[in-house]
């Protein structure tokens, strides 16, 4: 539970922004900007926040689907921004991911065997008749029938696709699953047999998540710590329990009090932020939510505060809390 | 508390009366019965919550209700009466006038709904022109007043500006401000903060609360987020499948829910508020159109099924003081579900 898996060191995603007659860069979106974290082995790790807030650049960046623009990304002592393509490809087979959509990530005219036997063939796994094998058990590990191996993903429901796109991330036996927004584009009752069954197969082969999402009641489900992000930089990183319970960041405490909670009789105090998030290619000066912030000092917005351990494992960027 | 006020109400002036309404889509494959025989009724400055999953024929019961099926392919049958008229069928004319005027609607994504080549002051203009007998001036001075009643800073600038230009926290109060331009007697609100971030979602019920508060608009809420419901409804409908299978007080649907769907639903909602390991789920899918079970729609993935259940379909009947519920639980007298409730 202690050994670190993966290591992300001061990662940064900048893109470039064309602009003028001579199209130059004139500017930076900076949609990660310099976020270190650690996940540990078996843990989930879950990084949420809102719309722009870097989170499913981070998740891409640690698989080299996008290119970092600088930072380390150090998976089982192994730095994997130094790796050249054909390294790195060889290296996916520990790293997988799962997207929202599963019917944009699932390829409309391939049967679904073909789909599940796609990463077996790729990653030179067994001969034709283990691979077979190998596409049934899977189909029956994520709950799906196997007379159901000939049919193509419209044939299947959200949540069925959702299993299917699970059980290709699965098939080549990875040790880390990135998982971005899995069960956001699901029903609630799909969505609770999709979280369940993401449960079960941690459980069962040891896997480690990092779980992207912006539903926080989802995240206090599933996660074992918790990472909050806004434009671009890690501003709050806690236990599950600690985050929920003593948010100390005071983008963190809004965040928690903005969602609804399904009970009429719920009370709580309701921080309403003002504004919109600012944009990430001119980002504030000092701590980027203090033009949000209802605690704003003078030095939030010259300085950019450290993620700084406060005790437990508990990490805050934020003036209030050195 | 709206809820008390609405108990002590004894002149039921209902806005919105909706009877039997059936929405059947003609395809190549055969007729699809959205909506099959939905009722119920809207009171003045009260906010109703319609719940259910995809599919479950929510948001085609507002279309409906709007007069936005398009035709000859949706049929409509039954009845829709807005303060007492019926309105089900009326000519595109006559539902013009309805339209803004009386019944406004909002939409999960702005941006489909506004039309990008307008400016905002453009298209509020547009609207309030089309309503209320004002002055080219003064209809743009009624905009502006509405922007800034939704919350929106520099109302003025905002007015020259396109859709595009806006964050979709605020196209979707320049949407609300479109719709209240007009002092409509029923907002309809299909998923309206479904698309926003948490943070951005607040403000917008927020907003609506108080615009409901201010004007005394009767709210029909569409969405399938049982947090949006909590905090935002007095009484709630819940869909299944193109029927109602529960209709109660917001406190009741929560406290009490009577029919396993409405339950397996609670149940399997991941809370805020706790960290319970395993979550409920409901087994199975909603069935398509095509295989839709003969007897109650639920039955497939019911736990308490029965014989009854496969055979003949339950109707809505009250289970306690304004609270109707549709499961042959009910019906016949079958062995307690209640120990489940908790």
Not at chain 1, 127 to 147: A, I, S
Not at chain 2, 211 to 227: A, E, P, Q, R, V
Request: charged fraction near 25%; charge should be negative.
């Amino acid at each position: 539970m202690t050994e670190a898996i993966l290591k992300v060191e001061k990662l940064k995603k900048y893109y470039p922004i064309y602009g003028g007659v001579l199209h130059k860069t004139i500017g930076y979106v900076k949609a990660v900007d310099g976020v270190s974290f650690e996940v540990n082995q078996g843990e989930t790790l879950a990084l949420v926040g809102e719309s722009g807030c870097g989170k499913s650049t981070t998740g891409r960046s640690i698989l080299r689907l996008i290119e970092p623009t600088e930072g380390r990304i150090i998976f089982e002592g192994e730095d994997l921004v130094s790796l050249n393509d054909e390294q790195m490809r060889k290296r996916r087979r520990d790293l997988q991911i799962i997207f929202q959509d599963p019917f944009a990530s699932l390829n409309p005219r391939h049967t679904v065997q073909r789909i599940l036997e796609e990463p077996l063939i790729v990653h030179g796994i067994g001969d034709k008749n283990e691979r077979k094998r190998k596409v049934v058990e899977l189909l029956e590990t994520v709950g799906l029938n196997k007379e159901q191996i000939k049919r193509y993903p419209h044939q299947f429901s959200g949540g069925q696709r959702q299993r299917i796109g699970i059980a290709r991330a699965l098939s080549v036996n990875p040790k880390l699953i990135v998982a971005d927004e899995p069960v956001s584009a699901l029903d609630v009752s799909i969505q609770s047999q999709v979280l369940n069954l993401m449960e079960d197969l941690q459980e069962k082969f040891g896997l480690t998540y990092i779980f992207i999402s912006h539903d926080l009641s989802v995240v206090r489900h599933i996660a074992s710590r918790v990472g909050v992000m806004y434009l671009g930089s890690l501003v709050e990183l806690a236990d599950k329990t600690e985050l929920y319970d003593q948010p100390l960041h005071p983008y963190t405490q809004a965040l928690l009090s903005a969602v609804p909670v399904p009970d009429p009789d719920f009370k709580r105090e309701r921080i309403i932020l003002s504004g919109d998030v600012p944009s990430p290619s001119n980002p504030p000066a000092g701590c980027k939510f203090h033009t949000r912030c209802r605690y704003k000092m003078d030095v939030c917005t010259k300085e950019v505060p450290d993620l700084v351990d406060v005790g437990n494992g508990h990490y805050i960027a934020c003036h209030l809390h050195r | 508390m709206d809820l008390d006020k609405a108990g002590e109400n004894v002149e039921e002036d209902y806005v919105l009366e909706v009877d039997q309404l059936k929405t059947i889509f003609r395809t190549e494959d055969g007729d699809i019965p959205a909506v099959s025989g939905v009722s119920f009724s809207l009171k003045a400055g009260e906010t109703l919550g319609i719940v259910g999953e995809s599919g479950s024929g929510k948001s085609v019961t507002s279309l409906s209700i709007m007069g936005l099926i398009p035709k000859p392919q949706g049929r409509l049958s039954g009845s829709i009466r807005y303060k007492g008229k019926e309105i089900i069928n009326l000519s595109e004319g006559e539902m013009r006038e309805i339209r803004g005027n009386e019944i406004s609607m909002i939409f999960q994504e702005p941006m489909t709904s506004l039309n990008p080549v307008f400016t905002i002051g453009n298209q509020m203009v547009e609207a309030v022109l089309l309503h209320m007998e004002l002055s080219k001036k003064e209809a743009e001075q009624r905009a502006i007043e509405m922007l800034r009643q939704v919350g929106i800073p520099r109302a003025e600038e905002i007015m020259k500006e396109y859709p595009h230009q806006l964050s979709g926290g605020m196209r979707q109060r320049v949407m609300i401000a479109m719709a209240m331009s007009c002092n409509p007697s029923i907002l309809i609100a299909d998923e309206p903060t479904t698309a926003l971030d948490v943070t951005i979602q607040a403000q917008i019920l927020d907003l609506m609360r108080n615009l409901k508060k201010d004007f005394n608009t009767s709210i029909l809420l569409i969405t399938h987020d049982l947090g949006v419901v909590a905090e935002m409804c007095d009484r709630v409908i819940v869909m299944y499948a193109g029927k109602i299978v529960e209709e109660s007080d917001v406190r009741t649907l929560f406290k009490n829910p009577n029919h396993p769907y409405t339950k397996g639903l609670i149940k399997s909602t991941p809370r805020l508020t706790s960290e319970k390991q395993r979550l409920y789920s409901i087994p199975g899918n909603v069935p398509s159109f095509k295989e839709m079970p003969k007897g109650c729609k639920f039955v497939p993935r019911c736990e308490y099924a029965k014989d009854i259940c496969y055979k003949n379909e339950p109707e809505l009947v009250y289970v306690g003081e304004d609270h109707k519920s549709s499961c042959w639980l009910n019906i016949e007298q079958a062995p307690s579900i209640e120990e489940d409730a908790s």
